[in-house]
């Protein structure tokens, strides 16, 4: 095991913390058999945290966005927004690659981005003719 210190943060008062690392999996596993848990099982938990935690963070930002534009809560846009944060959680595979750009060197999110304000500005003959550019 490795011995690894971070900073974190509470209330604005930064202060260390030291935690154990494992150097493999095999080692992660028979340290938690020594402590008559079965690998398996915390595994098994580790792995539906990991998908728990990303079902409430993933997708918090097409939420988020809405709400600070001010739009009600109870509001289309707001809705839209917990519709692809629920999507996202529900397509989330741990391990799944990450970021990355698309051939225009945007993001998946700037690219998503720039489509959400494109359709906010743009009028239903640009919109036409965009998605017929694209084959859409």
Known sequence: MLSVTITTKAGG???PVTFQTFESLNE?????AAKGENPDDVELGILNAAQEQNAKQG???????????????DSPEVADGVALAQKY??????GSPRGGTLRSGLTKTQSR????????VATPEQVA?????LGI
């Open 28 to 32: 992660a596993r028979e340290n938690w």
């Open 13 to 15: 008062f930064e202060y």
């Open 89 to 94: 959680a529900a397509t989330y595979i741990i």
């Open 113 to 120: 981005d720039m489509g959400v304000e494109i359709s906010e």
């Open 59 to 73: 997708g918090k930002s097409a939420v988020l966005k809405p709400i600070k534009a001010g739009f009600d809560l």
């Open 129 to 133: 003719e965009i998605r017929e550019m």
